[in-house]
């Protein structure tokens, strides 16, 4: 998730190439104890992003 979300700064911020589909198929480990993240509000992040990157392109 990390990972995608310095993929996601570099697109907005820095014009950065990014696909949609690179968002859509993105695959996280499952997270464990207090670190992890939720992954219903990935999922939510991730469709908002898509979201917004249509908006754009």
């Known amino acids: 998730m990390d990972d995608l979300c310095h993929d996601l700064i570099g697109y907005l911020e820095e014009d950065k190439?990014?696909?949609v589909?690179?968002?859509?198929r993105a695959v996280f480990r499952p997270a464990v104890g207090k670190d992890g993240y939720e992954e219903n509000q990935v999922d939510a992040?991730?469709?908002?992003?898509?979201?917004?990157?249509?908006?754009?392109?």
């Open 17 to 19: 190439p990014l696909s």
């Open 21 to 24: 589909d690179n968002v859509r």
């Open 45 to 57: 992040f991730l469709d908002r992003v898509v979201e917004l990157m249509a908006a754009i392109d």
